[in-house]
């Protein structure tokens, strides 16, 4: 039982580029949200699902795309990288309450852009 | 908006001490996260608390829940170094999967 990966765990990217981060869980949670986090300002909702082929925006969609084809994924593309994105991304998943044991994060992606 | 407020962000303690931090939030909810986060780690979940009055305790932590003062609470009983790394509280804006979080408390606690 591998939880929540994300991959990968670094990234340097060139302002202008295109990436995408992946997150793949394996607890058949209905839930699943990308965040971002800087320093001070805790960590902000991008985009969430709540199953496949629903998503909707967070806090900070802008400059961000989601997916969600399938229970288990839940890829983030960046469309064209500023070094305004340059941050943490965490990939957290849940029940669809998130009611019986909080929220489960991955490791973690971190992201510079130059 | 919704404005998730933690005080304090520092905090520097004494071994053997007690301390709370606090975490206001300005919009319904019953549903609030409390989470720990060591440097360069991921978040790992302590408390879920789901409705007024909630109060859930591991160890020497604390939590509870008001939600009709819209304030959550960690009580630190007994500091012990391990205890230091960065607390965040987080509610789930009208109780739709749609989570915020404080800016964290950075707890330091000293020998």
């Known amino acids: 039982n591998a939880g929540v990966t994300q991959t990968p765990k670094f990234q340097v990217l060139k302002t202008g580029q295109s990436m995408t981060l992946q997150c793949a869980q394996d607890m058949n949670h209905e839930y699943m949200s990308w965040y971002r986090q800087d320093p001070g300002m805790g960590l902000r909702l991008i985009h969430y699902?709540?199953?496949?082929?629903?998503?909707d925006q967070g806090e900070v969609p802008n400059g961000y795309n989601v997916s969600r084809s399938t229970t288990e994924d839940f890829p983030l593309r960046l469309l064209s990288a500023a070094p305004s994105q340059t941050s943490v991304y965490f990939c957290?998943?849940?029940?669809?309450?998130?009611?019986?044991?909080?929220?489960?994060f991955g490791s973690g992606t971190r992201l510079t852009v130059v | 908006e919704l404005k998730v407020e933690q005080n304090p962000l520092f905090l520097s303690m004494q071994e053997g001490k007690n301390y709370t931090i606090y975490c206001n939030y300005s919009t319904t909810s019953d549903r609030l996260y409390w989470y720990r986060q060591d440097p360069g780690k991921s978040l790992e979940s302590l408390f879920v608390l789901l409705s007024n009055g909630a109060v859930k305790q591991e160890g020497r932590l604390m939590a509870s829940l008001d939600t009709k003062a819209r304030l959550s609470t960690l009580h630190i009983t007994a500091a012990v170094h391990d205890l230091s790394a960065t607390y965040f509280c987080a509610v789930d804006l009208y109780n739709n999967n749609d989570m915020r979080f404080g800016a964290g408390t950075r707890l330091t606690v000293k020998p």
């Open positions: 699902s709540v199953g496949a082929g629903i998503t």
């Open positions: 957290a998943s849940s029940t669809r309450t998130g009611r019986a044991g909080g929220y489960t």
